[in-house]
């Protein structure tokens, strides 16, 4: 079989670039091809599923072995536009699923703060969104899914069949097998836009309470902390909030409702391609300018303030990012810290934290604040409170090396708290978090799922081989 499959040498590293190596990659156009692939891939390094690399660590590379790469399986196959339900191959991405839908009124139920993730990645990590809250994370919002297993079997999974399959797989980080079709909900929308409002917060505090006093009437609520704010500022930031339009409220929302008039300008005043602020970005990083930086978005968050609520595109208000290419450049290497921490807990962990990163003299130059709820889902991380995403410059083998450590410390702060992880935003935590994340039952029934689809444990990467220890 192998001497027919394209197997190529490549560099295959995470999305923060701060782990990778070099791997024999795959990318199959259909389904059959993914059934050869795995029956195929039995080594002892096995095979690793991979999406868009979206993941910021190791969560879809496997360095020395092989990698299955979807971004050839990326075809729509149906969309029922009366009911906005899509039948999709696991490579299609966020942006192609909405390109597809917006003009016949649907977006998808749940989308990352970047477009470029697949679905077959989105569904494995369960991915939420700024309205996590309130509609749940993208499992949620599956109908179905087919999945290939190594031991052979074509599955059809769903609420009504193989249920815990279904449950395990959505939140199983690529380990029990290959999601080779999906279908998926979509919501309804009105108007291509959203009535967004912009609010400065002056503390952590102000932020927390901020999020619990307007989730109920928000259908996105999503913080930006400066991380580097000390004192009676710290955690202080600035809020946004958006809330739809309904049928009929925005007068030019249909025409908004074309793909071409949800992307953002690709240049900066008309003039200045975008394709050059990275370059910028990575200078005020390197030169010392990020609190600087920080301070001034924070002023000009009571100039936002004072112009909201404003209409903004779907497209804008959920992927701005996306708009400035390379951005990730300027503070590359780099991981995301991701910790989800129960209500009761979140005010005096996430100071703590924060403070931890300052006596350490390694603070994030990124923090983003979002409110969770719980899921049915086996592995999930999310809990009935608040996460904040903390991004950290990683830099040369000394900084490298603090960082981590750093990491393993708070980590202990946030699991003793009943804190939980996101393995998509993960690099660092240890095999022993594992168990303590999810509960020993948990991690008893996944072990036995992985036994039962996998049972010579193809599927691994190297977050796999980190945290279940599995060779
Ligand atoms: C700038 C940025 C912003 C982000 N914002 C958010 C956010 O707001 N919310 C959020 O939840 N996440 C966010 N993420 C993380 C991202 O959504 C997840 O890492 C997502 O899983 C990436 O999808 P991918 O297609 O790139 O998958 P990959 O990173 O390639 O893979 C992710 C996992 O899915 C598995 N996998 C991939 N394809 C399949 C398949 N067909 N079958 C079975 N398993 C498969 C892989 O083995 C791996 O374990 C963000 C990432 C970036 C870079």
């Not at 301070?295 to 708009?323: C, N, R, V």
């Not at 991701?338 to 390694?362: G, K």
Request: hydrophobic share 40%.
């Amino acid at each position: 079989m192998s001497s027919t499959m394209n197997w190529r040498s490549e560099s295959v590293r995470g999305w923060g670039d701060s782990v990778g190596g070099t791997s024999e990659v795959l990318r199959p156009t259909d389904q059959g091809q993914i059934v050869d692939a795995l029956a195929d891939s039995h080594g002892p390094r096995g095979v690793a599923l991979r999406g868009s690399g979206c993941s910021y660590g190791d969560a879809s590379i496997n360095p020395d072995g092989r990698v299955i790469d979807f971004t050839g399986m990326n075809r729509i196959l149906d969309f029922d536009a009366e009911n906005g339900i899509a039948r999709v191959e696991p490579g299609v991405t966020i942006r192609e699923l909405w390109c597809h839908s917006i003009g016949q009124g649907f977006w998808p139920a749940v989308v990352p703060g970047t477009q470029q993730v697949s679905v077959g990645g989105a569904a494995s990590m369960n991915i939420h969104g700024k309205n996590n809250y309130a509609v749940g994370t993208f499992g949620d919002h599956i109908e179905s899914l087919r999945l290939a297993t190594p031991s052979g079997e074509l599955l059809e999974c769903s609420r009504k069949e193989n249920v815990d399959i279904f449950h395990a797989v959505v939140s199983g980080f690529g380990m029990l097998g290959c999601i080779t079709e999906l279908e998926l909900k979509l919501k309804k929308v009105y108007s291509g836009r959203m009535r967004v409002w912009g609010i400065p917060t002056r503390d952590l505090d102000d932020n927390l309470s901020m999020i619990e006093d307007l989730k109920d009437e928000s259908d996105y609520l999503v913080g930006w902390i400066d991380l580097h704010a000390k004192g009676k500022a710290l955690g202080r930031g600035e809020m946004h909030r958006a809330v739809q339009f309904k049928q009929g409220e925005d007068p030019d929302g249909e025409s908004m409702l074309s793909p071409d008039r949800q992307d953002v300008p690709t240049t900066l005043f008309g003039v200045v391609p975008k394709g050059w602020i990275w370059p910028g970005m990575w200078l005020a990083h390197h030169l010392g300018f990020v609190p600087m930086v920080n301070w001034a978005k924070f002023q000009a968050g009571f100039g936002e303030g004072w112009k909201s609520p404003y209409p903004q595109t779907h497209g804008a208000f959920h992927f701005l990012l996306d708009y400035v290419p390379n951005w990730n450049r300027a503070f590359s290497p780099l991981i995301q810290f991701q910790p989800f921490i129960p209500h009761a807990e979140a005010s005096r962990v996430l100071r703590r934290l924060i403070e931890m990163c300052h006596d350490a003299n390694l603070v994030p130059y990124l923090g983003v604040l979002k409110r969770h709820r719980v899921d049915k889902f086996l592995m999930t991380h999310a809990v009935d409170g608040f996460s904040m995403a903390m991004d950290f410059y990683v830099g040369g083998a000394s900084r490298r090396k603090a960082v981590w450590e750093l990491t393993h410390r708070m980590a202990e702060v946030v699991l003793d708290a009943g804190g939980r992880f996101y393995y998509a935003k993960d690099a660092t935590l240890l095999e022993s978090s594992f168990e303590r994340i999810h509960g020993s039952g948990a991690v008893e029934q996944f072990r036995a799922l992985k036994d039962r689809l996998d049972p010579d444990g193809v599927l691994q990467t190297d977050l796999s081989r980190r945290l279940l220890g599995s060779e």
